[in-house]
Structures are given as structure tokens and as C-alpha cells.
């Protein structure tokens, strides 16, 4: 299982972060024994002062693919999820200055939360879904599909260019603005439309 994440796929997340417009989608991977599962507690690394939540449409791999065209690209998924992709800001910074990989800041233990699955045939059009978070019961990210700056089978077409997408495999498509810090005992619950596909304690 691969754990593919785009960054930067959202106007106003780059704005907040004041990071440079990309010309193609930033990829970036997460190793598996960064997963932490709905309903786990999420502990704050101790290398780290400024972890924060970056909530993420997810898409799971159906079928195995390579160099898939993007017309052909809904064809190898059928579910669609919601999680956070933890992010030690501090450390990432450090990193960014030097040039170096971010994998340390982005896939430690427990950096992939991922939620519950929704089959794609309920949501109706991929490219129109609500989602959100919440923290401690307030709304801190709000977006829809539609402000990717890549959508979905895009996203699926240009990944498999590079890497052979295997069934199991999930894409974190990029977070919209709104990410923060998070601290111990927040309560963290993520939405797709008006379902909660999943919550977690922060310690």
C-alpha cells in the first residue's frame, strides 16, 4: 500500500503558507506505518512544537494502472474518503530552507489519518463534494472539489505517469486553506457533506 499526497492543489492554501503557485501537481509519499485509523488518538511527536491538521479528500485504488489516461481514470477507483495529513510545520520549514525531502515532517507515525469509506456511486459528481473539519466543534476548513487546482482523475492520470498505482493504493488530493496547530485534547472530526467519516483525540 502506497500513500500518494498532492500538495498545493488549493489557491488559497498556497496563499496562507505564501508558498509559489506549482505548474504541475507537488507529490510527495507517506509510508504505511504512517496510517492512523478511525477512532485512534493522535500523539504529538516530541520533535515537534507545531504539528498541524491539513484535512484531504481521499481516493482508494481499485485496480492496478499505469500511464492511465485521464478520461480512463474513473475506472480505477470506486471509494472516497476523508483524512488528515499531519504536518510537523517546524521541522518542515528547516527542511524546506535546506533543500531536503519532507518525508521526516509529513510521514511520521501516525501522519495519515484515514477515515471511513464511502462507495463514489453515492456522492454523485467527484468533482462537486463538500468536506470539512472541525476542531474542539468549530469549523476550521470548509472547501469543495471544485477549487482543486487538479481534479481527482487528473490527478490519478499524472501520479500513474511516474509510479504504478496498485489496488489498496490512496491518493491524498491537498488540503484547502484553513490549516492550524493542533494541541493535546483537541477533538478533531471530519465531514464529507454531512457525514462524519471520522474523529480523534489529540494527545
Same mark, same amino acid.
Given at each position: 500500500m502506497k500513500i500518494i499526497c498532492i500538495g498545493r492543489n488549493y489557491t488559497e492554501h498556497i496563499k496562507e503558507l505564501q508558498n509559489e503557485k506549482p505548474t504541475d501537481p507537488v507529490i510527495f509519499i507517506k509510508p504505511d506505518s504512517a496510517v492512523l485509523k478511525n477512532q485512534h488518538d493522535f500523539y504529538i511527536p516530541e520533535f515537534s512544537n507545531d504539528v498541524h491538521y491539513e484535512v484531504e479528500l481521499l481516493v482508494k485504488i481499485g485496480k492496478v494502472g499505469k500511464s492511465i489516461d485521464t478520461k480512463f481514470a474513473h475506472k480505477y477507483y470506486n471509494e472516497i474518503g476523508l483524512g488528515i495529513d499531519f504536518t510537523a510545520r517546524?521541522?518542515?520549514?528547516? &527542511?524546506?530552507? /535546506?533543500?531536503? =525531502?519532507?518525508?521526516? @515532517?509529513? *510521514?511520521?507515525?501516525? @501522519?495519515?489519518?484515514?477515515?471511513?469509506? %464511502? =462507495?463514489?456511486?453515492? &456522492? *454523485?459528481?467527484? !468533482? !462537486? %463534494?463538500?468536506?470539512?473539519?472541525?476542531?474542539?466543534?468549530?469549523?476550521?476548513? /470548509?472547501? !469543495?472539489?471544485?477549487?482543486? &487546482?487538479?481534479?481527482?482523475?487528473?490527478? %490519478?492520470?499524472? %501520479?500513474?505517469?511516474?509510479?504504478? &498505482? /496498485?489496488? *489498496?493504493?490512496?491518493i491524498f488530493t491537498g488540503t484547502p486553506a484553513g490549516v492550524g496547530k493542533v494541541s493535546s485534547e483537541d477533538y478533531l472530526e471530519g465531514f464529507i457533506n454531512e457525514e462524519k467519516m471520522f474523529s480523534l483525540k489529540v494527545k
Open positions: 517546524d521541522l518542515q520549514s528547516k &527542511l524546506k530552507e /535546506k533543500g531536503l =525531502p519532507w518525508e521526516k @515532517a509529513k *510521514g511520521f507515525d501516525g @501522519a495519515a489519518v484515514i477515515g471511513k469509506w %464511502i =462507495p463514489k456511486s453515492e &456522492l *454523485g459528481d467527484i !468533482n !462537486n %463534494i463538500d468536506f470539512s473539519l472541525k476542531k474542539n466543534d468549530a469549523f476550521v476548513q /470548509k472547501a !469543495n472539489t471544485s477549487l482543486m &487546482l487538479w481534479k481527482v482523475d487528473e490527478l %490519478i492520470s499524472y %501520479i500513474s505517469t511516474y509510479f504504478t &498505482l /496498485k489496488t *489498496g493504493d490512496v
